[in-house]
């Protein structure tokens, strides 16, 4: 019991050191790509401790809403995030919430931020909200669609049954799976605002999303918001990772042995997927807010056609 | 003495302070009477049906009154679906009564609003108790009667009077199509007892009809679409307790006609019949967040958006009567259970918003988002709780509304073991409307609350609005706290429901009490797990946490100082969004198709002086495309028949002479 507590303490705490260091690391091969030297990699370290120790400047408009929401959006994230498997699967507390449950979180996280963006009553944090729900309207059917195919293969929609089930031998290749796959991609780039849906590296332009729900923040509250951030975009790696790719997962009752092991792979894995993440980021421009409907549409597509394939024959 | 019979005693009570209202209502202070008695009466109701479906294991409990019909008199009986309803109107009327013991001062014309208050109460509570055809028709048409009553109480403003003229000619139509129901239930035996009904055999084309009628009638009520066009415009006219009884309570009632007739009277269903309820409600639901999505008036925004949670229960409504079907008794249980579960949910969180939408008119005067802002300085208490009900209607963790709603998906995961194609390959695609009505909703509720409660006024009213009384603050509190509880201990709700899954459908959701931690696991634990306790506490602890850290290790400072905007110069509460431009990029993305939206901006010559205008024209297709050529088409004919109004005497006597003669050809060609 108390070793399990333990692990899953190691998890919480893996993903929330972790998660600056894959925004950093992306940063500085993004640069490396466009021959700039680039921020260094422990840089998104000190921002946060910076932004930590500022006092923080609030609007004169705001109401205890906009003090309380980036602690309640970090909360939420962070709980979401320390519940998909990083390194080892069938963690104490990984069947408090399934993968339904883990979309709702950031669900709730992205509510709070995009009330967080209209309290000061300026243009461009309204914008900003209104642009995230409407991406979000499009992206959680196809992510919840995705989230069926799986569960529909696993039987469960517990995310360390379906890691589990993904690197058993009997999963093989399927077109369902590969279609999953591109559609979470894609959700996934929506939702952490990245190229081309958003630009995370964008301020005082008129095509952010993200940044402009956040303009009015400082301090210890955007450093909340940052973190938070962050996290989604481990998180998202992670799930990609120990669904699509679930091998080097140390497997539950492998012994303490097999957590370092896993530790490392999962690394490996970051890594991996943030050089591909930069690589993809600096091929593609950034596109058009009322193309973003087009690029969700196909994703929502792909992914009901996933589905689809599992219900008319489940060997596709 | 027997439930059953404390339950009608309690509705004599509320029907005599009706009566007693007609008398005294305009005497200084009826108000607190009225609705004291109600707070008091409906509590008791929902205690003593909470505590008969807790208890009473299914057995159920009959009443007969020589009443009504003098061959037949009124059976009356609880079992554990009446009892589960029971519940929820008891909750809402006590609710209800509890706010408009505040708000109930504000009323203009009380005389019109509360003898048929308690009226309206009872008339639910008797719906749900009748055990016969001919109790349960009259006492639906009178919570109809009552209702309309009070969405008239203020005829004189503008629309109220259009509102109740529709409400009525829809609740006739409702009505008609379920005396036709119960007539064919009946059969020409014509016995109307339930029991009767259950036993009798029929004729094969009859459930198929019985169903059709069941979703018009009682589909009708509760809004599915196409018959939804009444309540956008008749719950919001009501005052705003009423309003929360009609939407969060009264649709409830039309949901439990619907599952009374269908999953218990008319035995097991066709295969097909879950496909028509499943495409129904997943086109009521995307269909009525997107109107609420566009909507402006904060009251009309949230009876769309009933019309949503309406569609979700029928979702899961359609998903039970499949399952049933097929015989997977398991999986039907757990939709059975989600679809009773959002009704508790809806009851409750939409009671809990539109009781905050009545404190913010009675504060401001506005009904308008366009007109509102910055409540959330002026009215903090409201906006905590009304916050509260965003959320769990956005079906986000940990509220309630995210319970029903993962219930309602795990059901849907159970789909791919039906045997029929067809419902194979609709039950994903209603998965996905349902989950995009989920998110649309969170847009919704973030506009609604972002709009009227965020920001900074958009009008004097809004900025110098004051908390409203505490009575209405109690109400809305309690609900609040009901939304959470009933999100963090949802295992407690899915037991309390096994009686009824258990009376309707002889199976049951696996038993939650004893598992670790309060979890739920609607099937097995391999298969899908959610600990909303759990979930709850690592929020708040992390959430905690981070404060603690960031407090100790960081800065405390704080400084206030003007909005940052990226530098602009201010120019004032005009240039924050406003609700429709909020709603525009999802406008641009549904509207276009869905809602015919079309904007025009017309820009002035550079030079000129003229303003610019932007227009924005949407249509109800709906409403275009089937009632106004139905009304255009009754109009044509009256205006036809009308002519017959001014014959002569001789052309009258020859028209009834020539309708005798072909009245008697019938009779002697008759075989």
Known sequence: MIADLLVQGIQMLLVLLLAPLLTGFVRKVKARLLRRRGPPVLQPYRDLLRLLRKEAVVADGASWLFRVAPYLIFAATWVAAALVPTFAPGLLFSWTADLIAIVALLGSARFMLALAGMDVGTSFGGIGSSREVMIAALAEPALLLIVFTLALLAGSTQLSTVAGFMASPEVGLRVSLGMALIALVMVAIAENGRVPVDNPATHLELTMVHEAMVLEYSGRHLAMIELAAALKLLLSVSLVGCVFVPWGLAAPGAGAAAYP??????????????????????????????????????????????TLLLFVSRSL | MPAASFLLACDAVLLATAMAAIAFGRVEGAHRAVYGTALVVSTAIAAVALGYLLT????????????????????????????????????????????????????????????????????????????????????????????????????????????????????????????????????????????????????????????????????????????????????????????????????????????????????????????????????T???????????????????????????????????????????????????????????????LFKSLLFFGAGAVLSATGHRDMERLGGLIHRMPQTSVAFLVGCVAIAALPPFNGFVSEWLAFQAILQSPQVPQWGLRIIVPAVGGLLALAAALAAACFVRAFGITFLGRPRSDAAATAHEVDRWSLAAMLALAVGCLLAGILPGLVIDALAPVTLALLGERMPAQAGLDWLSIVPIAAGRSSYNPLLVFVFIVASAALAVAVAHRLGSRALRRGPAWGCGFPDPGPVAQYS???????????????????????????????????????????????????????????????????????????????????????VLALWP
């Open chain 1, 261 to 306: 092991q896993g530790i490392a792979l999962y690394l490996a894995k970051l890594a991996a997927a943030g050089v591909l993440l930069a690589l993809f980021e600096t091929a593609i421009a950034k596109m058009r807010v009322f193309r973003v409907p087009d690029f969700l549409g196909a994703a929502l597509m792909l992914a009901l056609l996933g």
């Open chain 2, 285 to 347: 639901a995307v269909l009525g967040i997107l109107h609420a999505l566009m909507e402006r008036d904060l009251k009309r925004l949230l009876a769309y958006s009933t019309i949503e949670n309406v569609g979700v229960v029928f979702i899961c409504l359609g998903l039970a009567l499949a399952f049933q079907a097929s015989g997977m008794g398991a999986a039907a249980a757990l939709a059975l259970t989600a679809a009773l579960f959002h009704v508790l949910n809806h009851s």
């Open chain 2, 56 to 283: 009473a294991g299914g057995v159920p409990s009959d009443t007969w009154l020589p009443l009504g019909l003098p061959w037949l008199g009124a059976d009356f009986r609880v079992d554990p679906l009446a009892a589960f309803f029971l519940v929820v109107v008891g909750a809402g009327g006590a609710a209800a009564g509890l706010y408009g013991l505040g708000y109930g001062s504000h009323e203009s014309a009380p005389h019109r609003v509360l003898p048929f208050f308690p009226a309206f109460l009872a008339g639910m509570n008797l719906v749900v108790l009748a055990a016969d055809a001919f109790t349960f028709l009259l006492c639906w048409e009178f919570m109809s009667l009552a209702s309309w009553a009070l969405v008239m109480a203020h005829h004189r403003e503008e629309g109220n009077a259009r509102a109740g003229y529709v409400y009525l000619v829809m609740a006739g139509f409702g009505t008609m199509a379920l005396l036709l129901a119960f007539g064919l239930l009946a059969g020409a035996g014509g016995d109307y007892g339930f029991d009767a009904i259950r036993a009798a055999q029929r004729p094969a084309f009859v459930p198929t009809l019985v169903l059709v009628l069941m979703l018009l009638g009682a589909g009708s009520k509760a809004g599915l679409v196409p018959l939804h066009v009444w309540l956008p415009l008749a719950h919001p006219a009501a005052p705003s307790h009423v309003s929360a009884l009609m939407s969060g309570v009264m649709t409830k009632v039309a949901i439990y006609g619907f599952v009374r007739v269908v999953f218990d009277l008319l035995g097991t269903p066709a295969w097909w019949s879950g496909i028509v309820v499943l495409v129904l409600g997943a086109v």
């Open chain 2, 579 to 665: 609700a429709g431009s909020f709603a525009q990029p999802l406008r641009r993305v549904f509207g276009t198709l869905l809602f015919r939206a079309r904007e025009r901006v017309e820009m002035p010559a550079p030079g000129s002086v003229a303003p610019a205008r932007f227009t924005l024209e949407m249509h109800d297709l709906v409403w275009d495309r089937l009632y106004m050529p139905i009304a255009s088409g009754i109009g044509f004919a009256a205006d036809r028949l009308n002519r017959l109004q001014f014959l002569t005497i001789r052309r009258y006597l020859s028209l009834v002479f020539v309708s005798l003669v072909a009245l008697l050809l």
